[in-house]
């Protein structure tokens, strides 16, 4: 019944709001993937159930999974205020049998917030909302999973001659009447958020800093508190183009796990060749475990777009405790025919023993927009060391772990009332 109640509230919107500025959108994303790799199988029990774990070891069959993403969107623009509702079902291709009298539970509000205006400069943004800031490294709307992410928050919103700042706050309850006490701390999922979030142009020079603070509670009175805090700056250069990351943490994990000055530090290069060639190259360095301290992690952001695209890293295992050093080359190439290319290379050490070697990754992905819709497609590829760390004493992996997707992108605009204006 939720499902019926929420689309009749979005055409009820369209009817009410039919000669105002109002837009109503969809999507329409799926995606194919064949697995033939570990996806950070190392780091799960020989038991894992998640096929996706379990298909880099050893004598393991690869095998393809398509999962969907649909969903409607609605904007409503008053004098005073912006409405936005979305919501959205993912679903895999079996997940549900035939002829079957109820979906796979997965329909929810994506989105659902009220952006009111203050005054010329200031506004107050609340509700379920994505918090995507400067590269997503920290905070990200993590687009490439189907399901996406966005938080519960309250945002007050700062936007004067090139400045911008977002104050935020969130505090999670259990549903209902559950009680002060929170009982949800899986993947890093907190009791209460806040951060700020400041930003400033200078010409070609953006800077951007950010304090983040998030505490978790994991079913006790116990509460655990870690801050992260750092800047982000992108300057264009002419031809070149440069972006560096400086994070630091330090407080408590979830159960009162000590974090001491962990960092990650960043440096990326684009460098325009000509009309239709770019060169790219970067290095990243994400702090391992210490004798005094946890490995740092990067949280909310979209963690898919860094260290490889088969998400060996931060993606899955959620934390390594050695730590990374990432070493990345690559090229971007507008090609005949309105396809696009992407090809990059990373490799991979421990930062804790940096002479330790991971493996090498190499990542391609081509693009090409037609009439109406998108289509992307890529192929990875990950050659791993001996010194992959394996602490579940899993079983030796195989000696091909590759990875091949293909998805379809469709965002067809249903109804948009102020361009009839």
Same mark, same amino acid.
């Given at each position: ?70 969903? +409607? ?25 035939? =002829? ?18 203050? /005054? ?33 928050? *309250? ?23 559950? *009680? ?30 950010? =304090? ?7 079913? /006790?009175?116990?509460?655990?508190? +870690? ?54 190259? *970067?290095?990243?360095? =994400? /702090? ?69 070697? +991971? ?50 992108? =469709? ?11």
């Amino acid at each position: 019944m939720k499902k019926q109640y929420a689309l009749i509230a979005i055409f009820a919107l369209v009817v009410q709001f039919a000669q105002a500025q109002f837009t109503l959108e969809g999507e329409f994303r799926p995606r194919a993937e064949l697995f033939n790799n570990g996806f950070n199988y190392r780091y799960q029990p020989a038991s894992a159930s998640p096929a996706g774990n379990l298909s880099g070891r050893e004598g393991s069959d690869a095998f393809v999974n398509t999962s969907v993403r649909v969903a +409607l969107n609605s904007k409503y623009v008053a004098e005073g205020y912006t409405l936005y509702l979305g919501v959205q079902e993912v679903f895999n291709f079996g997940d549900r049998t035939q =002829i079957a009298a109820s979906g796979n539970g997965n329909f929810r509000i994506q989105e659902a917030w009220a952006d009111l205006k203050l /005054s010329d400069k200031w506004s107050f943004k609340i509700g379920r909302q994505p918090l995507s800031y400067d590269d997503q490294r920290i905070l990200g709307g993590l687009g490439w999973a189907q399901q996406a992410r966005t938080h519960d928050v *309250g945002l007050l919103r700062l936007k004067d001659n090139g400045f911008a700042l977002d104050a935020g706050y969130s505090l999670n309850t259990n549903s209902g009447s559950g *009680g002060p006490i929170f009982n949800r701390a899986t993947l890093f999922t907190y009791k209460e958020l806040a951060f700020v979030h400041a930003n400033k142009k200078f010409g070609k020079v953006s800077l951007s800093g950010l =304090i983040l603070g998030t505490t978790f509670q994991a079913g /006790s009175e116990n509460k655990s508190t +870690l801050i992260t805090a750092g800047i982000h700056a992108k300057a264009s250069l002419g031809k070149l183009g440069l972006a560096a990351n400086a994070y630091i943490q330090d407080g408590q994990r979830v159960n009162d796990v000590e974090v001491k000055g962990a960092s990650l530090l960043s440096l990326d290069a684009t460098l325009k060749v000509g009309e239709k060639t770019s060169l790219l190259a *970067g290095a990243e360095i =994400i /702090s391992g475990t210490k004798d005094d301290s946890a490995a740092f992690f990067p949280l909310y952001g979209t963690n898919h777009k860094f260290n490889g695209l088969m998400d060996r890293f931060y993606v899955g295992n959620h934390a390594i405790g050695s730590g990374l050093v990432d070493i990345n080359l690559g090229a971007s190439f507008k090609l005949g025919g309105g396809y696009n290319l992407t090809v990059k290379g990373h490799t991979f050490k421990e930062e804790s023993r940096a002479k330790n070697a +991971l493996g090498e990754e190499i990542d391609l992905v081509i693009a090409k927009a037609f009439n109406g819709y998108k289509l992307v497609a890529g192929y990875s590829q990950f050659f791993e060391n001996d010194d992959f760390p394996n602490p579940a004493g899993n079983p030796e992996a195989k000696g091909t772990q590759n990875w091949a997707w293909a998805m379809l992108i =469709i965002k067809p605009k249903f109804l948009n009332t102020a361009a009839k204006q």
